[in-house]
């Protein structure tokens, strides 16, 4: 079985640019969370998406946003970047919503850098 | 406020020798808890979780971590370290939020450095 996959693995963009990230879960997987990890600040939960629905969504500025496809697969927009957006950006795909307890399997992340 | 908290930035153990790797949370009601692994340029591996039951859970790659209420703690721990354990490991919680605002808290990793 395919694990999560997320494209692309590297970006580099321009302050003000606006970024989309990708994500395939596992098949089968209805659930998609999306976490941004910096050395500082571990993980920060972004939002979860459940059957194309926004189920929760983190601490995060509205120039980030997502969506979910009725495949399942989830994309991530960041507009309008600034330096401080720069960092790993997770992808989680479970069985079920968060709150069940299922565990999640994430991607190999998308490494972003802002100059 | 819900938290996780893992008090050792960096853990170093000899091979061969036991391994623990601290955890404690603070959230209300019953917590759901898990330990994941994460490899250089990788992304996380899910070890281990504590829903319910037997508070010694036991995981992946020979790990295990025990649920103490009254401490709030969910330590991992491995009987005899390997240097391919060599990784930074991190502990979350579920938040007991009201209706499906529910989401994992996560602590801010510990490095582990198994010697050879």
Redesign the interface.
């Known amino acids: 079985k395919a694990g999560?996959t997320?494209t692309p693995r590297y970006l580099i963009k321009t302050r003000g640019q606006q970024v989309t990230l990708s994500c395939s879960p596992i098949s089968g997987h209805r659930s998609v969370?999306w976490y941004q990890q910096t050395p500082g600040?571990?993980?920060q939960?972004l939002f979860?998406y459940f059957s194309e629905t926004q189920?929760?969504k983190?601490n995060f500025p509205g120039r980030f946003s997502g969506r979910q496809f009725s495949n399942s697969r989830s994309e991530m927009n960041v507009s309008t970047l600034e330096l401080g957006d720069s960092a790993l950006y997770?992808c989680?795909s479970s069985l079920d919503?968060?709150?069940s307890?299922t565990?999640?399997?994430?991607?190999?992340?998308t490494r972003l850098t802002v100059v | 406020a819900q938290s996780v908290a893992q008090p050792e930035d960096q853990v170093n153990v000899a091979e061969g020798n036991p391994l623990t790797v601290k955890c404690t949370y603070s959230v209300s009601g019953n917590p759901?808890l898990?330990w994941?692994v994460q490899y250089p340029?990788?992304?996380?591996?899910?070890l281990l979780?504590y829903?319910t039951g037997d508070n010694l859970v036991k995981g992946s790659y020979g790990f295990e971590a025990e649920f103490n209420k009254s401490q709030t703690s969910f330590h991992l721990k491995k009987p005899s370290a390997l240097v391919s354990d060599s990784a930074l490991y991190?502990c979350?919680v579920?938040s007991h939020n009201a209706g499906?605002?529910?989401?994992?808290i996560?602590?801010?990793?510990t490095s582990l450095a198994v010697n050879p």
């Open positions: 999560v997320q969370s600040q571990g993980l939960f979860e189920r929760n983190g997770l989680a919503v968060t709150g307890g565990e999640a399997f994430f991607g190999q992340g | 759901y898990f994941y340029n990788r992304g996380l591996q899910f979780k829903i991190f979350a579920r499906n605002n529910r989401k994992l996560w602590g801010l990793g």
